[in-house]
């Protein structure tokens, strides 16, 4: 009879602890140190949440639940185990996209389950929020993951009163929803509130441009987790609830901190059309020299130096060249320079990008620095190897106010006596505007592919003469 009664009541159990460990997840998340215990404790989480809600007594057909999960397993874990991890933005988008279309289909099927007699009061409150807040997110990141993945054109799409008509389609959006919870609606009612929200998931990323795209995938994130919120108040689920409003509130958090490591505004980036303006800028300038250097040039002054700091971007994670970074590492140290690593908070395509493949070439997390931490220190560098960066370490951000990036705090790799580049032409970075610090006298430039020049490199600096013991 008492186990009986465990198991009808054991949900609450597992509800209660996958709550506590999805709170430990995120503290342990926030350190790369603890970053894999709070994966693996995020998982336990979910994993009891999900058990304990098969285990309540409202579940009776374990059949399509089996088959539903098989199916999304197969899809999904090769997805998972395939994509490279410059494509995590477009994927994140995806998994988005699905996610708020299941939030948005619970309520739809909650709004049809009486024939004839949709919820009403709070309920319906509950549930408008969810549907309005799941289709748009829905088609938002469908859009977002096609411009990502340059499957549509990735520059904003802009015309005249667009955000007129966008902010006029999501007032009659609401309007119906208004209209829905306030009396019964006619039967054409839901079914158009489902059209707008499709429709304005579209529009709403049209002048949004590629560059944008990672901040929008976060703010995306937030409206996901709100619709699953929502969706746990329309059904009563308080597990929903936790982990909907956690995902809002860190999706949330996350554009935030993205926001404010570029100096653009919330605004600027939902409808500032941020790409268009950076491809006019592209041809402003060109012509002057710059001086090159090779694999041997480089090598040498790098064993000769007393302290360096790496600066690694996102053509480091294209070229997949942190292993040959670490051997890099590995060399200098044995020589008896000073190695240390420099993170712009969005170097890469999202926060943390480089502190994961640093990590997975096992660089000491000792070695990485924030940016406030280690910009003071750049004037006492011999060099700053500058490893498919570009934008982040973009000197016009602090004083030409003219500049796209202007505002945007930068890593002052300026300030060392020698600057070395490696990428492997002239071409712009992410924001697609010039870089005067390649025209820098102290700057020497090093073209090539990252991973096979930093192989070089690490070659040359194998065959420098031993330091003096
Ligand atoms: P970046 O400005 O995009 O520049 C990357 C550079 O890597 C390019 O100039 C490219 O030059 C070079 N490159 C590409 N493939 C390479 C390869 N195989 N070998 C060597 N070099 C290669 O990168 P970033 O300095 O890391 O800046 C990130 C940008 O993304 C910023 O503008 C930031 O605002 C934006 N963003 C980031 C986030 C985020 O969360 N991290 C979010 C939103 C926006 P070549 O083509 O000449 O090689």
Known sequence: ??????????????????????????????????????????????ALAIIGTLMRSEVHNYTSIVLAMLIGAAIGAPMALKMPMTAVPQFTAL??????????????????????????????????IEVLLGFLTFTASIMAFAKLQDLIPTRPMTYKGQNFVNLGLLVLAAVMGIWMIAAPAPGWAYPLFILLSLTFGVLLILPIGGGDMPTVIALLNSYAGASACAMGFALENRMLIIAGATNAASG??????????????????????????????????????????????????????????IVPGYGMAVAQAQHKVRELTDQLVKRGVDVQFAIHPVAGRMPGHMNVLLAEADIPYDRLHEMEDI???????????????????????????????????????????????????????????????????KTLMLFGDAKSFVAEIVKEVAAQAPVPA
């Open 252 to 309: 949330f958090i996350l554009s935030v901190i993205m926001c404010k490591a570029m100096n653009r505004s919330f605004t600027n980036v939902l409808f500032g059309a941020f790409g268009q303006v950076l491809a006019a800028d592209k041809t402003k300038q060109g012509g002057k020299p710059v001086r090159s250097a090779t694999a041997e040039d480089a090598a040498m002054i790098l064993a000769n130096s007393q302290k360096v700091i």
């Open 95 to 128: 998994s988005h996209a699905f996610g708020a279309l299941a939030a948005a289909l619970v309520g739809t099927a909650e709004y049809y389950l009486e024939p004839g007699q949709p919820p009403t009061g709070f309920k319906m409150i509950a549930l408008t």
């Open 375 to 441: 910009n003071a220190e750049f004037s006492e560098a011999d060099v700053a190897l500058v490893i498919g960066a570009n934008d982040v370490v973009n000197p016009a951000a602090r004083h030409d106010k003219t500049s796209p990036i202007y505002g945007m705090p930068i890593l002052d790799v300026d300030k060392a006596h020698t600057v070395m580049v490696i990428k492997r032409s002239m071409n712009p970075g992410f924001a697609g505007i010039e870089n005067e610090l390649y025209y820098n006298d």
């Open 1 to 46: 009879m008492e186990t009986a009664g465990f198991a009808q009541t054991f949900w609450q159990y597992a509800y209660f602890l996958a709550a506590v460990t999805v709170v430990f997840s995120i503290k342990w998340l926030s350190s790369p140190a603890t970053a894999r215990r709070g994966v693996i404790a995020g998982e336990i989480g979910f």
